[in-house]
């Protein structure tokens, strides 16, 4: 094995594998290795520009001398071996004598260090059992790769972000999780330690990750690189500025994105939404944003409005923006080989392919479908537009891109390819590109209110205008308690809008009282979330669930109800009061969403986030803040009064329901009836809930 420092990096060559280790934006290292004579260039989630940062290199000369050997024998094995170290800011990369890698803060405190076993040369470190830290092993056959790269696991270590999982725990450690997207989650391979640092496994594969007690460790069957990026932080805000900074900000949210968004699954009809809308303002109810589901088209991939229900959606549009509401509609990436746009795209290569059998097919829902290619810049162009003259033109300029995993089943990931690549190696970037296609097609038209409900994510998708959501969750006690773990744990992946489904996507009968209370309690929460945004299927549908109509088209129906008025009186007024709630806290949510474009903090956060100094404040999973000075406790559990809650030490809490002052550092049990989520005040702040 040859080191060497130059160009301000330090490289390691065995083999005909080249590693490096380079400075990369604000007390951040990259490093990167390939096994090719030519590596893979691209740069993935680390899409912004960086400054030109020379580093501090340094050597050391130590003996290596193994004292395991008879002092007799130390002359035959006495060895002289070179320390290098690459420091930038507040972090050091060191790479000993072997080889090996391990990252430093100023402080000279450990951050994290390749887990090595493998004894090839006299040393005092190595462990003989056989096990490198990282190898790429070659696929027979191809210029792809299996990749391994292990790290020593942390004693007391707290992991936090990795995306969208459904679960009920906020630490990731001692988890495995898949890296790879599907309905309801979003692997997304960033996180935060507790030890401060937060670290980007940058490589769009799937994949799996072990955050194991003994070590942690990252498996690729396919690829074609090792990258990851490593940053310290004094504190978590630290760290996500850093991490924001080199991968994108996200854009100031839009007025719209702050009030209150009707949907359900689904508005048939153009008189449907128009009633809803009407209603709503009769009643003197706040609505900002009222969305149009999907199977509104005539057919998938023809992205257009069915002129038989929606006979006139221009001026469906202008009455809603006189009524202060903007519209959302539906898109999806399945394109049926019925519609106009399938030969044209399929000649052009536009959409997704197979390397063996068919074509690739979408879920065979509704119709023969194949996915569009979003990784493809020219697909993403045509499908804008398309959207652009059916919708955009219309006056439709909010777009919600769902099925954005995509959603194929089953998930032959070895079978499907992209423009990008082999579906193994970048399957995991299709939602941001899909997002990035609508962001670019907008912003080309002079919008800078740029945003899109998404139903997944990766690292970057944020710069895009991303607003991610949880996907299909159901109905329940548990779904709505899985829910406040994902929602942090994305803010904590560096994606700061995000919502879900209040109330659950899968099932829920409007005129059950058991749901009655899960929906009372859920959207009460959902005022205090970066999005407040109702939506569900509604039990029972209240026709057949698909339609055939004359000319052989399937039409899908509708499920019950799903507006404030269709959950009883009680639900009716609790419901209405939060809407009011919601409004008197923008000027508040402004604050907070300009903060996060500017930092790429979080919007809703762990309570560690504002309180790293509160060693309890990193166990905390019931209750979290709504920018620096809300925090929130929903309520997840049906007949209670009284809730408890642990308030951060560092200041005093003003309960806001009944105005009592709380020192932090403590648990308190709080005013919960049905009407009343709790919420507390970081003291001195005069913001009024209730």
């Known amino acids: 094995m040859r080191i060497t420092a130059d160009n301000n990096r330090i490289t390691l060559r065995y083999g005909v594998n080249i590693l490096t280790i380079m400075p990369w934006g604000r007390d951040s290292i990259r490093v990167q290795m390939s096994a090719e004579p030519a590596p893979d260039a691209r740069d993935w989630a680390l899409s912004e520009p960086v400054p030109e940062i020379i580093p501090e290199i340094t050597t050391e000369e130590i003996d290596m001398t193994d004292p395991w050997y008879r002092p007799e024998e130390w002359s035959r094995y006495h060895m002289k071996g070179t320390r290098y170290f690459l420091k930038n800011g507040k972090i050091t990369a060191e790479v000993n004598e072997e080889g090996w890698i391990s990252f430093r803060n100023e402080k000279g405190e450990l951050l994290l260090a390749e887990y090595w076993r493998n004894r090839n040369r006299v040393s005092r470190y190595a462990v003989p059992i056989g096990v490198p830290a990282r190898e790429l092993k070659a696929i027979p056959g191809t ?86 990026w490593i940053t310290a932080g004094d504190t978590p805000a630290d760290i996500l500025f850093n991490y924001s900074e080199v991968t994108g900000r996200t854009p100031m949210m839009p007025e719209y994105g702050m009030g209150f968004w009707q949907c359900k699954l689904r508005y048939r009809t153009q008189d449907e939404v128009l009633a809803v809308a009407r209603e709503h303002k009769r009643r003197g109810l706040p609505m900002d944003v009222i969305v149009i589901d999907f199977f509104h088209w005539t057919l998938q991939g023809n992205w257009e409005f069915d002129p038989e229900c929606f006979p006139d959606p221009e001026a469906m549009i202008r009455e809603l923006k006189e009524l202060g509401i903007e519209t959302v509609v539906s898109i999806w990436p399945t394109v049926d080989e019925r519609s106009r746009n399938y030969f044209p795209m399929a000649d052009r290569g536009l959409l997704m392919r197979t390397d063996r059998g068919h074509a690739a097919s979408g879920s065979g829902w509704m119709g023969s479908t194949v996915y569009y290619d979003a990784t493809n810049p020219e697909a993403q162009e045509y ?83 991303a607003l991610t959501w949880s996907g299909d969750i159901s109905s329940t006690w548990r779904g709505f308690s899985e829910q406040l773990q994902a929602g942090l744990s994305m803010g904590m992946s560096g994606i700061p809008w995000w919502t879900c489904d209040l109330g659950g996507f899968i099932g829920g009968d409007p005129t059950d009282e058991g749901f009655r209370e899960l929906m009372a309690r859920w959207f009460a929460w959902g005022c205090f979330l970066p999005v407040f945004r109702l939506h569900g299927e509604r039990s029972p549908w209240y026709v057949k669930e698909v339609v055939i109509k004359e000319n052989g088209r399937q039409e899908l129906s509708s499920g019950a109800p799903n507006e404030l008025w269709s959950f009883g009186d009680r639900n009716y007024e609790i419901m209405s009061r939060y809407l009011f709630i919601r409004e008197n806290l923008r000027p508040y949510i402004r604050e907070v969403m300009k903060k996060a474009s500017e930092t790429g903090e979080p919007v809703i956060r762990p309570c560690f986030f504002d309180f790293p100094e509160d060693p309890q404040s990193w166990k905390e999973e019931k209750a979290y803040l709504f920018g620096p000075d809300l925090l929130v406790s929903p309520v997840t559990k049906p007949g209670v009064e009284s809730w408890e809650v642990y308030l951060p030490a560092g200041t005093n809490w003003v309960e806001s329901a009944t105005g009592k002052v709380f020192e932090g550092g403590q648990t308190v049990k709080a005013y919960a009836p049905l009407e009343i989520i709790p919420v507390f005040v970081r003291e001195g702040k005069k913001i009024k809930i209730y």
């Open 143 to 228: 210029s792809d790769y299996q990749l391994t790269a292990i790290f020593e696991a942390n004693d007391d270590e707290h992991i936090f972000g990795m995306g969208q999982y459904q679960q009920n725990k906020l630490d990731k450690k001692g988890m495995v999780l898949d890296l790879q997207h599907k309905n309801s989650q979003a692997s997304i391979p960033f996180y935060v330690s507790s030890l401060g640092y937060g670290f980007l496994w940058n490589n769009p594969a799937v994949g799996e990750v072990h955050f194991g007690t003994n070590r942690t460790e990252w498996r690729i069957p396919s690829t074609k690189k090792m990258d990851y």
């Open 383 to 465: 499908v804008w537009n398309v959207a652009k003259k059916n919708y955009y033109e219309k006056g439709v300029h909010i777009f919600w891109l769902d099925e954005a995993e995509p959603e194929i089943g089953p998930y032959e990931f070895d079978n499907w390819r992209y423009f990008a690549g082999p579906a193994q190696q970048v399957t995991n970037i299709y939602p941001k590109e899909y997002a990035r296609g609508f962001y670019n097609g907008l912003k080309a038209e002079g919008r800078d209110d740029i945003m899109s409900l998404v139903r997944c994510a990766w690292a970057g998708s944020q710069k895009f205008g």
